[in-house]
């Protein structure tokens, strides 16, 4: 039976699309999603989603209609799944961590190792960078039993991207882990400052006000930029942010490590935890999360994970921090491996 999808639920954008095809590929049933992205500037599939799509669709052999740039409907039917080894390029500046989001959850369930390279925006506005994926998203869910890997060969920024990386997922062999970070903790910051084609001298004063944290200059980037990403060791806690062009580079530097400090007693981070969401719902017990607001990603998300499972969750809390539980479908890999449509 497809499932249908209105895409301008909730927050209306890309998050529905990439949650929706995730599951649609894991649980092997077709959907048909209409009004994508309908509440954004620019309605419809973006490069980096199409990107997202052929991956998904190479994993799963599905019959796809509706994937091309500006299609604001598409009917994704998949009929297999299996680890697959491919090159994929957004040919613009779209972020690579996006595409990252779409396609990490049904690399877990092939049933064997994928290796993907993508091509496109490593350090952009409006997504997180890729660092904060390796070091916030990454670690949580190695907690959980998987071990995503990410190699970044080439920083890319806007307008044109060109940055690369290469990611490695072998499918996990039992149930994901629950995940349970509850605690408030002040821990210890880490951070990384990337510098493409600035001056020395403007990395090393946004340096100075950082603090101890990674510098790296790279000078075989296609556009200028820089981006700061800050993370609390052992937690699922971060930011990440570029330089705008109407940024000083201090005011810029101070103002991440002021959002990283306003909430960092949380475990978990606003952010992380609409992106974690969907590996809780797969996992096998009862996960815990607490992070100081809830965002329309997170809504949108448990709506459409409802959609595909039974799972149970509830949201407690108030200004103070919010807790939420999910208990998990507790789906077995190597019983999605061996299914067949």
């Known amino acids: 039976m497809m499932i249908e999808i209105d895409g301008s639920l909730g927050e209306g954008g890309g998050q529905i699309l990439r949650t929706a095809l995730s599951l649609s590929v894991i649980l092997r049933k077709p959907v048909k999603i209409y009004n994508i992205r309908k509440k954004r500037r620019k309605p419809g599939l973006r490069p980096q989603h199409l990107v997202g799509l052929e991956v998904l669709r190479r994993i799963s052999?599905?019959?796809?209609?509706?994937n091309y740039v500006g299609s604001e409907s598409i009917v994704f039917h998949p009929r297999t799944?299996?680890?697959?080894?491919?090159?994929?390029?957004?040919?613009t500046a779209g972020s690579v961590s996006l595409v990252i989001q779409a396609i990490l959850p049904?690399?877990?369930?092939?049933?064997?190792?994928?290796?993907?390279?993508?091509?496109?925006?490593?350090?952009?506005?409006?997504?997180?960078?890729?660092?904060?994926?390796?070091?916030?998203?990454?670690?949580?869910?190695h907690r959980m039993g998987s071990s995503p890997s990410l190699a970044i060969l080439r920083r890319g920024f806007m307008p044109v991207g060109g940055g690369s990386v290469v990611l490695e997922v072998p499918s996990i062999g039992n149930p994901l882990r629950p995940l349970?970070?509850?605690?408030?903790?002040?821990?210890?910051?880490?951070?990384?400052?990337?510098?493409?084609?600035?001056?020395?001298?403007?990395?090393?004063?946004?340096?100075?006000?950082l603090g101890e944290v990674e510098v790296e200059q790279h000078d075989n980037v296609l556009s200028s930029g820089a981006s700061i990403t800050l993370w609390k060791e052992g937690y699922a806690y971060g930011v990440s942010g570029v330089l705008k062009a109407s940024d000083s580079p201090e005011g810029f530097a101070h103002n991440m490590k002021e959002l990283f400090e306003m909430y960092k007693e949380f475990p978990v981070d606003s952010h992380a935890a609409d992106q974690l969401v969907t590996f809780l719902a797969l996992s096998k017990g009862?996960?815990?999360?607490?992070?100081?607001?809830?965002?329309?990603?997170?809504?949108?998300?448990?709506?459409?994970?409802?959609?595909?499972?039974?799972?149970?969750?509830?949201?407690?809390?108030?200004?103070?921090?919010?807790?939420?539980?999910?208990?998990?479908?507790?789906?077995?890999?190597?019983?999605?491996?061996?299914?067949?449509?």
């Open 180 to 209: 349970h970070l509850t605690r408030k903790e002040r821990g210890e910051m880490g951070g990384i400052l990337v510098c493409g084609k600035v001056s020395p001298s403007l990395c090393k004063r946004m340096a100075s006000v």
């Open 106 to 141: 049904a690399l877990l369930f092939t049933g064997g190792i994928s290796r993907i390279k993508i091509t496109g925006g490593t350090d952009v506005g409006m997504a997180p960078t890729v660092d904060y994926i390796k070091r916030v998203i990454f670690p949580a869910l």
């Open 286 to 341: 009862v996960s815990k999360l607490l992070f100081p607001k809830v965002t329309g990603h997170l809504r949108t998300n448990l709506r459409i994970i409802q959609v595909f499972t039974d799972i149970n969750y509830r949201i407690e809390g108030s200004r103070e921090g919010y807790m939420l539980t999910v208990e998990g479908a507790g789906l077995d890999p190597e019983e999605i491996a061996m299914q067949e449509r």
């Open 61 to 66: 052999n599905a019959r796809v209609r509706g």
């Open 81 to 91: 799944i299996r680890p697959v080894t491919l090159s994929v390029n957004t040919g």
